[in-house]
């Protein structure tokens, strides 16, 4: 119910209710509030930089109304980073736990009027989604995983989605266009951690200069990676890939393990 409010009290919106509560866009008698926005308020004024919170303290903070599917208020959280806040999960930082995220920085306070509008994004059309997956053979430029391979870590299978080479504000701070070449594919995990501070992508100066470096023989290898458009990858390769995202206690005991299967001392 809405309550008595002062001006200066920027936790709620002009009928007293506070932003994380409303589910009416104010001003309008249907038009939904947005799940995003309320999400985005609740964190704003209820967290402090560097605190943590699970999506079950998301879900009794917003009420019944707010959906109670992990990976739909994945997404949301998701939709918040393209809006300048940073919440990384235990992907990204694992010293948190598997339902865990941490408020690493506030974004845009997007349930403000016309907030969200600033974060308008030029969204790429079905035609340049299957031209940038075509010419990247459909699979993730960042990992190189697939649309039929898994990950290692939870056996959940890939999702690609497009992205940036160099980040769209970058661009235009330079006065300069977007276009095909400056899109990539990734799958939907790399996609979430690719961020602005990414340095610039490989210039072809430079590649073609440490290319002089190579012998014969690398050059005819990182040839034929290069005509199949990925690097195959053997069971030692993936073994490693897994073993590498193990806890460093964890690291060490492989180490010790493949020391001992080999006959190693010392």
């Given at each position: 119910?809405?309550v008595?409010?002062?001006?200066?009290?920027?936790?709620r919106?002009?009928?007293?209710?506070p932003?994380w509560?409303l589910t009416?866009?104010p001003?309008?008698?249907?038009k939904?509030?947005g799940?995003?926005?309320?999400l985005a308020?609740?964190l704003?004024f209820?967290?402090?930089l560097?605190?943590?919170?699970?999506?079950?303290?998301?879900r009794?903070a917003l009420?019944?109304?707010?959906?109670d599917n992990?990976e739909h208020?994945?997404?949301?959280?998701?939709?918040?980073?393209?809006?300048?806040?940073?919440?990384?999960?235990?992907?990204?930082?694992?010293t948190?736990?598997?339902d865990?995220y941490?408020?690493?920085?506030k974004?845009g306070?997007?349930?403000?009027?016309?907030?969200?509008?600033?974060?308008k994004?030029?969204?790429?059309?079905?035609r340049i989604?299957r031209?940038?997956?075509?010419?990247?053979?459909?699979?993730?430029?960042?990992c190189?995983?697939?649309p039929?391979?898994?990950?290692?870590?939870?056996?959940?299978r890939?999702r690609l989605?497009?992205?940036h080479?160099v980040?769209?504000?970058?661009?235009?701070?330079r006065?300069a266009r977007?276009?095909?070449s400056n899109?990539?594919?990734?799958?939907?995990?790399?996609n979430?951690?690719?961020?602005?501070?990414?340095p610039?992508p490989?210039?072809?100066?430079?590649?073609?200069a440490g290319?002089?470096?190579l012998?014969?023989?690398e050059?005819?290898?990182l040839?034929?990676?290069?005509?199949?458009g990925?690097?195959?990858r053997?069971?030692?390769d993936q073994?490693?890939?897994?073993?590498?995202?193990?806890?460093a206690?964890d690291?060490?005991?492989?180490i010790g393990?493949?020391?001992?299967?080999?006959?190693?001392?010392?």
């Amino acid at each position: 119910m809405p309550v008595e409010t002062s001006e200066n009290d920027e936790t709620r919106a002009p009928d007293g209710t506070p932003w994380w509560d409303l589910t009416i866009q104010p001003g309008t008698k249907a038009k939904p509030f947005g799940q995003e926005k309320r999400l985005a308020a609740w964190l704003w004024f209820n967290k402090s930089l560097g605190d943590t919170f699970t999506m079950r303290e998301l879900r009794a903070a917003l009420g019944p109304d707010i959906a109670d599917n992990a990976e739909h208020l994945n997404r949301r959280l998701r939709e918040l980073r393209k809006c300048d806040w940073s919440i990384p999960s235990q992907r990204t930082d694992s010293t948190l736990a598997q339902d865990e995220y941490r408020l690493k920085a506030k974004g845009g306070q997007i349930w403000l009027p016309g907030e969200r509008d600033k974060y308008k994004k030029f969204a790429p059309s079905a035609r340049i989604r299957r031209l940038v997956m075509d010419q990247d053979g459909s699979r993730c430029r960042i990992c190189g995983l697939g649309p039929d391979d898994t990950y290692y870590e939870d056996g959940e299978r890939v999702r690609l989605t497009i992205g940036h080479l160099v980040p769209q504000e970058r661009l235009k701070s330079r006065g300069a266009r977007d276009d095909l070449s400056n899109w990539r594919t990734e799958c939907s995990r790399c996609n979430e951690t690719v961020r602005d501070e990414v340095p610039d992508p490989e210039q072809l100066d430079e590649v073609l200069a440490g290319l002089k470096r190579l012998t014969a023989k690398e050059a005819g290898q990182l040839l034929e990676w290069m005509r199949k458009g990925e690097r195959p990858r053997s069971r030692v390769d993936q073994a490693y890939d897994r073993a590498r995202r193990l806890a460093a206690p964890d690291r060490a005991r492989v180490i010790g393990k493949l020391a001992e299967r080999l006959g190693e001392t010392g």
